[in-house]
C-alpha cells in the first residue's frame, strides 16, 4: 500500500456535490496554491523545480498553461504558470496545478534531452511528459492531455474522463 501523503489526502477527499461543482465555487488563495505548489514539487519532483510566477484569473479555453519565457526569470524558472482562479474542486485544481508543473519541468530540465532520437524544442505532450506517468500514479494523479468534463459529471473520476 503507498504512504499516505498530503497529494493523497487532497485526491481522496470527499467532492461536494455536483450543483456546488457547476457554479465553479472552488476559489484556492494564493497560500493554498502555494503549499499545492510546493507538496506537489516535493512529492512529484524531488524538490528540482524552482517556484515561477503564479497568475491566477479568468480563462476562457484552459484550466491552466505553463508559459515559456526565453530567458530564467527571477524565480529561477524559465516559465509562468497561468491558472484558472474558479475550480469545480480542489481534486481539479491539483491535478491542473500538477499537469502544469509537468511542463515547467520540461521547460526548466529535459528541453534539450533526446527522447527516441527527437529534440523536444516545446513543452509539448511527448514522451519527456508521459515520462512522469507512473510517479503520477503512484501519488494518487491522472496525467493526461486533457479531461472531459462531461465525463468528469457523469464519473466523478480522473481515470474515466
Known amino acids: 500500500m503507498a504512504r499516505p501523503n498530503p497529494i493523497r489526502a487532497y485526491m481522496q477527499a470527499e467532492l461536494p ?3 456546488y461543482q457547476r457554479r465553479l465555487q472552488f476559489r484556492p ?3 493554498e496554491i502555494n503549499y499545492v505548489y510546493n507538496i506537489c514539487n516535493r512529492y ?3 524538490n528540482r523545480l524552482k517556484q515561477p510566477e503564479i497568475e491566477q484569473g479568468s480563462r476562457r479555453q484552459t484550466w491552466g498553461f505553463c508559459s515559456w519565457e526565453e530567458v530564467k526569470q527571477a524565480t529561477g524558472s ?3 504558470i497561468k491558472l484558472s482562479d ?3 474542486c480542489p481534486q481539479w485544481f491539483v ?3 500538477a499537469h502544469e508543473m ?5 521547460w526548466d530540465f529535459t528541453r534539450f534531452e533526446e527522447y527516441d532520437g527527437v529534440m523536444p524544442n516545446s513543452g509539448a505532450h511527448g514522451p519527456s511528459f508521459f515520462a512522469h506517468r507512473e510517479r503520477f500514479d ?3 494523479l491522472r496525467l493526461k492531455t486533457s479531461y472531459g468534463r462531461k465525463r468528469w459529471f457523469k464519473h466523478q473520476s480522473f481515470y474515466k474522463c
Do not use: E, R
Not at 509537468?102 to 520540461?106: G, I, K, L, S
Open 95 to 97: 491535478q491542473t496545478l
Open 138 to 140: 503512484y501519488y494518487g
Open 44 to 46: 512529484l519532483f524531488d
Open 102 to 106: 509537468v511542463h515547467q519541468y520540461q
Open 29 to 31: 488563495s494564493y497560500s
Open 86 to 88: 474558479k475550480w469545480f
Open 17 to 19: 456535490g455536483i450543483t
Open 78 to 80: 524559465y516559465c509562468t
